[in-house]
T-cell receptor, first 116, second 112 residues
Framework: AQSVTQPDIHITVSEGASLELRCNYS??????LFWYVQSPGQGLQLLLK??????LVQGIKGFEAEFKRSQSSFNLRKPSVHWSDAAEYFCAVGVGSNFGNEKLTFGTGTRLTIIP | DTEVTQTPKHLVMGMTNKKSLKCEQHMGHRAMYWYKQKAKKPPELMFV???????INESVPSRFSPECPNSSLLNLHLHALQPEDSALYLC???????????FGPGTRLTVL
């Protein structure tokens, strides 16, 4: 079965500083990988996704992520964070062979705090 | 329209009540999902509907009853819930052959 690990429960960065959130997955084949962001009491918004091809993917809000097969990682990065980036970030892996049977397995999340 | 909408935003119910959560999407997606999310936890999958048929039930108690009346609507009927069922209930949808799921804003449910 697939699994996702987000080793950092909580990260604090200064506004304007760079950010990297870590994500490691476990799955036998090439998975579909996602990063979602959730503000308090809100739904999840998709930041970016990796299905295949170029291992560096660009997302919304200035985020990017790099798929590294050798390290089973899909880390999220942003060169300069804004106060509005404070939220919970979830990495997820999707598997499924039949449409309608896809499951997303989420990591436990990383809470990002931004200090002025 | 690229949104998934959910109503109501908040719901408070007693353990003997019957209520329903509603989810709607007009993106032409043919898979729809219910998730339950407790505070400071990731979403947990409850049900998946594919082409209006239930394809996954993650061993959810029968006090939760899903329904998919058509390709745009998904309901979750609630009956005899327990206080531990209090959570944020999220609906999502996805297009055929993709795992990318689009989430609604959720319904915050409190069971007294």
């Amino acid at each position: 079965a697939q699994s996702v690990t987000q080793p950092d429960i909580h990260i604090t960065v200064s506004e304007g500083a760079s950010l990297e959130l870590r994500c490691n997955y476990s799955y036998g084949a090439t998975p579909y990988l996602f990063w979602y962001v959730q503000s308090p009491g809100q739904g999840l918004q998709l930041l970016l996704k990796y299905f295949s091809g170029d291992t560096l993917v660009q997302g919304i809000k200035g985020f990017e992520a790099e798929f590294k097969r050798s390290q089973s990682s899909f880390n999220l990065r942003k060169p300069s964070v804004h106060w509005s980036d404070a939220a919970e970030y979830f990495c997820a892996v999707g598997v499924g062979s039949n449409f309608g049977n896809e499951k997303l397995t989420f990591g436990t999340g990383t809470r990002l705090t931004i200090i002025p | 329209d690229t949104e998934v909408t959910q109503t109501p935003k908040h719901l408070v119910m007693g353990m003997t009540n019957k209520k329903s959560l509603k989810c709607e999407q007009h993106m032409g997606h043919r898979a729809m999902y219910w998730y339950k999310q407790k505070a400071k936890k990731p979403p947990e999958l409850m049900f998946v509907y594919s082409y209006e048929k239930l394809s996954i039930n993650e061993s959810v108690p029968s006090r939760f009853s899903p329904e998919c009346p058509n390709s745009s609507l998904l309901n979750l009927h609630l009956h005899a819930l327990q206080p531990e069922d209090s959570a944020l209930y999220l609906c999502a949808s996805s297009q055929a052959n993709y795992n990318e799921q689009f989430f609604g804003p959720g319904t915050r449910l409190t069971v007294l």
